[in-house]
């Protein structure tokens, strides 16, 4: 059983490296982008809190945010009785440290970190490109670049944090998928050797 985090700044591949990863390991993905983002189409309390920290390129506060992820661990056992990729959770050290506890209840930890590291042109190519076909409310120039702020102070951070853990592994983000992907299955496999 494994637990990933994947890491990155927006556009740095998040996503895209999760689907193949789930592939490749048989794990869940929790996207806590996508948890919000169902909670804002279908209307909920949460939902309507969500979007007005999402359209602004914001974070959802961390008590908030702590409690969506523990109720889908709650709601869903399965999910870490078989390895989970977090993806965009956690955002900030509060966020890491309370992963660190939510698995430890559940018998279990974070494994790894995968770091998407992409230099930041390339970052807001991708999101304007994504922007064009995704419709998402963040996607636009002035957000994009608030979320850039956002990860630079309170997110990279996490990356000592998780060196200092030993999890940390540091991935090339700037080529082609594939290579990214395969990157990424050398730098796991040789862990879990
Ligand atoms: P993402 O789909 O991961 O790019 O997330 C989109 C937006 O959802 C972020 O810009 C935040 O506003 C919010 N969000 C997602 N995950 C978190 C988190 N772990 N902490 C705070 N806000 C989050």
């Known amino acids: 059983m ?5 890491f990155g700044a927006p556009g740095s591949g998040k996503g895209t490296q ?3 990863l789930i592939d490749e390991y048989g794990l869940h993905h929790i996207s806590t982008g996508d948890v919000l983002r169902r909670h ?11 979007n ?3 359209s602004q390129g914001h974070l959802i506060p961390d008590d908030l945010m702590i409690s969506v992820l523990e109720d889908v661990l709650d709601s869903n056992p399965e999910l870490t009785a078989k390895g989970v990729i977090f993806d965009g959770f956690p955002r900030t050290i509060d966020q890491a440290k309370s ?3 939510m698995l430890e209840k559940r018998g279990t930890k974070v494994h790894a ?7 930041e042109d390339d970052l807001i190519k991708r999101l304007l490109q994504r922007g064009k076909e995704s419709g998402r409310s963040d996607d636009n120039l002035d957000t994009i670049r608030e979320r850039l702020n956002v990860y630079h102070n309170q997110t990279s951070p996490l990356r000592d944090f998780y060196v200092n853990e030993g999890k940390y592994h540091a991935i090339d983000g700037n080529s082609d998928v594939d290579h990214v992907f395969e990157s990424i299955k050398t730098s796991l496999d040789r862990k879990l050797a």
């Open 52 to 54: 007005q920290y999402i």
């Open 113 to 119: 970190v995968v770091g998407l590291e992409v230099n």
């Open 2 to 6: 494994l637990n990933i985090v994947i």
């Open 99 to 101: 992963l660190n506890t």
């Open 18 to 20: 999760s689907e193949r």
């Open 40 to 50: 804002i189409a279908e209307g909920t309390e949460l939902g309507t809190v969500a």
